[in-house]
């Protein structure tokens, strides 16, 4: 059986980056723990998952994406909470 590219990606690369992407949006209000496990889903995207691959730039896609808006939680939520000021 010759092997391709889609087949010589290990089955749980992809769920695994997928998981990790997943809790990186449901530990949101932790934030150092959702970059953890953004950044953690890149790698494994960028080391485990073959170039030529849709699936691959989907993860690529979501996964930055998903960083740009935590740094957008971590600014405006730095933001507003030094707007309050403590008596």
Known sequence: MEKTAESSTTSWVPAA????????VVFIWMPVVS???IV???VATYAGVPKPNSRRRAMLIVGWV???VLAVVIIVGAALWS?????
């Open 40 to 42: 953690l889903g890149l």
């Open 66 to 68: 998903l960083l740009a």
């Open 83 to 87: 707007s309050f000021e403590i008596v």
């Open 17 to 24: 980056v997928w998981v990790l992407l997943g809790a990186g």
């Open 35 to 37: 970059l953890v496990c």
